[in-house]
Structure formats: structure tokens, C-alpha cells
């Protein structure tokens, strides 16, 4: 008997039972898309998370933990751990270790947005990922240093409806609070093209506008210093939240490390930044661990209802089995026959779940870029595309064994109709 | 001389009744049918009938004796043997048709050739159109009528160019008209493909039709017992 006889009978019985077919058939779909969307975005998440190819090696922050400062001034999530003195950026930026020193100083937003003052580099000399700097739109352009310019991400002057040329007034903190309006007003200078990092969601202004917006107080010294329009603010009064640092060699990350965490008492060097964020997935990989539990539930439920749906037609079908067996069918024949049906449901089901993967993947995706800003790849490849419809496959087969073992037991004489 | 196409020997199958007890159903000496020949089976109801036709096609195994069809002998053979057997050398019409609902009349006939000579379309096409069915081809079992389902029986059991046909009460359900129209149009197609025919049936009329009929009551000693014999096991 050919694959062809195979596949015609079981084309047949699936079109008899069409709807507990298609019920089925819609349960291992979710069970695929649910189990595909689990590892793949788990997986992205991750890489995408602990930086991948960066193009700045570490972050030094106030003393403290080395996630928050991390997920702050890289994320721009969480709030910020403090700040350092001017001058501990003066000093690691002539540090012969270090190749590239940009300050950040945080603490403002514009309607939920937040706003990193820091330097005019940032956009000529910082890579958010290795080879990549931030281009300006057509029409914008960089701050300059004295000005209150503001350049604004993509994704943010996307939301806010901002455009070269507009104007607005941050707010004091994190929260949107209209009594914690500043008076000061930028002007935007340009918009930046899409980078699909975290920083899209940025409003970048000169540093020293968040030093001289109303309300802002210095203590780089100790002492509160509130600058003066007109007067430069002295470096020792000045304070920065982070530095976002690339090293010149692989070695300095050690030594830095050595001086600043292990010896040093005031600062933190986040470093290196993936592994920094690999210890927070680490920590929370029960997290994962349990999500690949239910999808494997899922699964088990989803080979649980193949299982039934077929073997509930059992009854109906014994005769069925006793005349193709009359006909010369084998046992094996028919055997194979309700294996191979139980395979199709699942296979049909799997090649559907790459629907229901594409409906929960654009929802995570959706709901990351919102949180986040961070772009993840709905093309790229995951090892759980393949092995999901393969195994979703293999466990349809041996769901199908439990029916295909009644069918290859149907006693031919006694299931023929009595004739005589 | 030619040698039988099948040919029985001191074939016995006994059922076991729900007490435990075996009773005897099918005790038959000897029985030999020739290449081509039409041979009818006179048994009444429960004579065991349909149990000396499922033994023949080895769909039923005998307790003793030999069933030596085409030159194989059904008790050597190994179960997948014996299908392979019965679905290249027998054709089965029975007498309630037993075709598969969900399928078409032409899907019926190819179903037949699917374990057998293989699909052909063309000639199961052939097949309902020689039966009078070219226009009904696409109909299912529920959509024809009894003598029409019948036909379809009858083109399904030659699909795969059988040399022995086995027919069981092919016209018991059948009005006289049609039981002898239905008769002729098996005898006929049978002899156009050169099968041999062996028909059991109770009913004289279609008895009378041929030139050698065989008393199951004579050929087969436990005839009188396989009458009592409970009615789960009522393939008799």
C-alpha cells in the first residue's frame, strides 16, 4: 500500500470528524505558538538584554549596585543609584585605560520620557553598538554645549509628536506631575533615526542644561551649589550620574574593576555589561524555567486531546477498520493509518502555531519596544521554530499510538456486520 | 488436468460460547472449486455460512484441516501473507455491501485496489460504469439506492482482478427484480474477468441459477451444532 492509499484514508477520516479534527487541531496550534513564543522570546530577551555586541565596555555610577546603574543609564529603567563628583569623570576620562568617556546626568523627563543631559560626543563619538553612532534625521541637528537644545530619539519624538522646532518644558523626577514642571524650555534640534535600542525612548540635552534647570541643585563639593545664569558652575561644584566608558584594551576592565570596585569605596564600575545583566536573567531564570514548564503542559494537554479526540471515534470506526481489513488492509496498514492521522493533527496544528507564535511575538514585541525601546527580531531564527513542530510532531505520533493499538486489534469477522 | 483453485481439507473452526464451552461451526471433509467456475452454497441461517467464507479469505483462522487457495496453503501463511492473499486473489461482496460510508462510490473501488494491484482510477472508473454506475460515481452509499450500493459491492470486489469471488448472500437484501438482475450482473462480470464465483445463499431462486450448488447441511458436519452457536460469534 502506498503513502498515497495512507494519506487518502486519512484525509477521509479527518474530514469526517472535521470539527473535533480542527478543535484539535486549533489546541496543538496554541500549544506550538505558545511553546515557540516561550524560548524564542526568552531567548531574544536575553541576548538583547546582555548587550550583545555594545560598543562601550562598562558604566561608572555611584557606589552601589551594579544592575540598577546598569538598568538606568543603559536601559534607561529603574532610577538612578546617585551621583559622582565632576572631577571622578575628569579623572577616568584622562585615564590612559580609557578611550571614551560620556557623562550622564539624569533625573528629568518630558511627559514620561526621560532626559540624559551629557555631551555633544555622545553623538559623534559614542557607539550604542559597536560600528553604530547616533545619526541625525534630515533637517536636525546635534546641541551645542551652551544652548537649550534637546535632540529626542525616535520612538520617543514618535509618541510625543515632537519635531524640529517644537518646544517643550521638562518635568522635575520620573513622574509627570504639572507642579514639578520646570520653567526652562527646550528647543528640539533634531530627531535621531531609529537605533531599536533603549535609546530611542531618550531626550538628550546638553549636560549643563540639566545643571542650570530651575530647581537644580549641585553638591559636587558637599555643599549645595545652585549655578548662576551668566557664571560658569566651577567643576568641583558639578556632578554626573554615570559615565558610559569604552576601554582601550580588554585589560583595563580588570584593572579599573580592581581600583574602583575592590579598593575604591565611593564608585561602582558596572563591567563588563553583559555579564551584569546576565546575573539579573540568571536570577530570575525561574522565571523562564517555569513559563517552558506550562508550554510543556500545554503540550501534554494539547498530545492529551489527540489522544482523544481519536480514540472517542473508535466505536464508530471498528467497522470501518473490519472492512478495510476485508479488503486486504494489514494490521499494520491501519496501525499506521491512525499513527499517521494522529501525526497529521499535529503537524497541521504545529504549522498553524506558527500563527498563533506570530500573534503572542507581536504582542511581547509591542509590549518590549514600549517598555524599553529594545527592537526584537520577528525573523530571527530560534533552534525552538525547529524543534517545536518537530517534537509537537514526534509526541502526536505517540499520542497516536494508544488508538492505532485498538485499531490494530479490531477483530475482523466479529466487526463485519453479521450477515447470516 | 488443472489443478483447483481452492481446494479445503477436514477444515473445522469451532467459537467458544460464554460458558466456556467450544462449539463447533464449520466441520467440512473436502470441497474443491475450479479456475472460473460458479459454484452456490445452499445454507440456511446460522449453517455457518459466512464462517467457511471468512476461513476461505483468511480472515478467520481454522482450528484444523487446510485451505489451499491459488496454491497456498492459508495455514502456513503469516497474517500480513494471508491479507496480501486475500487482497490480490479474493473479491468479497457481502450481503449488507459493507461499504465505507464517508467515501465515494469510485473512492469505494479504489479503496479495494488499495491493498492490492494498486490504485487504478481508470479501471475502477470502468468498473462502475460495466455495473451502470458511470453516472453515480461521485455519490456516497447513503445517497444510493440498495441496488445500486449492491453494484458498487460488486465493482469493488473485482477491483483487484481476483481470481476467486466470494459472495455472501449478495441479494438478501435485495426485491426479487433486482436479486435477479443483481445476480446475473455478477455471474456475468465474474465470467468477463475470469473469477471463479462462490455465492452462498439461502434462496432458491437464486440457487436455481446455477449449474452446481453444494448443500452446506451435507458438506459441512457441524452444520446442526453451528445453529446453536451464540449469537456474539453470529459470523456463521
Redesign the interface.
Known sequence: ??G??LM??VR??L??HALSSVVTCVSVALAAGLTMAVFAINRQTYDAFTGGEAGFDAVLGARGSQLQLVLNTVFHLETSPGNIPWTMYEEIAANPRVELAIPYAVGDNYRGYRIVGTLPEIFTKFQYRTGKTFQVKPGGRIFTMASHDAVVGEYAARKLGLKVGDTFRPYHGLAVDPKTQHKDEFTVVGVLEPTNSPSDRVIWIPIEGIYRMSGHVLRGTGQIYRPIPGEDIPPAAREVSAVMLKFSNPAAGFALDQQINKQGKVATLAWPVAQVMAELFDRIGWVSRILAMVAYLVVVVAAGSVLASIYNTMNERR??FA???????????VFAAIVLEATTITTVGALVGFLVYGAILAAAFYIVREQTGIVLDAFRFDPALVLTPLGIAAVGALAGLVPAFKAYRTD???N????? | MTPPLLEITDLAKSFAAPDGARSLTIDIPAFALAPGEQVAVR?S???G???LL?LI?G??QADRGRIVLAGQDLGTLS??RR??L???TIG?V???F???Q??SAL?NV???M???A??DRERARALLERVGLGHRLHYRPAQLSIGQQQRVAVA?ALA?HPKLVLA??PT?NLDQRHAGDALALIREVCREQNAALLL?S?DPAVLSAFDRVEDLAQLNRAAGDARTSPA?????
Do not use: C, W
Open positions: 500500500m502506498t498515497f492509499g487518502l484514508l477521509r477520516s474530514r469526517q467497522r470501518e472492512i478495510l481489513r476485508a479488503l486486504g488492509a494489514r494490521r499494520a496498514t475482523v469477522a466479529s463485519l456486520t453479521p450477515s447470516s | 445454507g441461517s446460522g449453517s455460512k459466512t464462517t471468512n479469505a480472515i478467520l497474517e500480513s491479507d496480501r486475500r487482497a490480490t468479497y457481502f450481503q449488507n459493507n461499504l465505507l464517508g467515501y473512492e479504489m479503496l479495494g488499495l491493498f492490492g494498486g490504485i469493488r483487484n455472501d448472500e438478501g452462498v439461502h456474539s460469534e453470529a459470523t456463521t
